[in-house]
């Protein structure tokens, strides 16, 4: 499966972008039940801080709770995720994978930079 995320770009803090991953394959192949986005942030590890299951549920990390939203379209194969009250600390580069992640999946990602 190839990973392509776009949709990033550089916003004032407060504001909202929303990201795209489109997907060359089918998003829940055999073994996969999870998707996720993970973002790394300047000098960190990349990390994961979204997921969805094929059945629908959501789980984020504290940080983006209440902000962020992750969704997909399994007919488009894409995931998406919806970032509203964007925070300076939210600047990175954002990836999608599944949950835990395939080494051959990772795409390029696309850059969020957040303005205070």
């Known amino acids: 499966v190839q990973l392509v995320e776009s949709g990033g770009g550089l916003v004032q803090a407060g504001g909202s972008l929303r990201l795209s991953c489109a997907a060359s394959?089918?998003?829940?192949?055999?073994?996969?039940?999870?998707l996720g986005w993970y973002r790394q942030a300047p000098g960190k590890q990349r990390e994961l801080f979204a997921t969805i299951t094929s059945g629908g549920s959501t789980d984020y990390v504290d940080s983006v709770k209440g902000r962020f939203t992750i969704s997909t379209d399994n007919a488009k194969k894409t995931v998406y995720l919806q970032m509203n009250n964007l925070k300076p600390e939210d600047t990175g580069v954002y990836y999608c994978?599944?949950?835990?992640?395939?080494?051959?999946?990772w795409g390029q990602g696309t850059q969020v930079t957040v303005s205070s």
């Open positions: 394959g089918s998003l829940f192949s055999i073994g996969i039940n999870s």
């Open positions: 994978n599944s949950a835990p992640p395939q080494p051959d999946w």
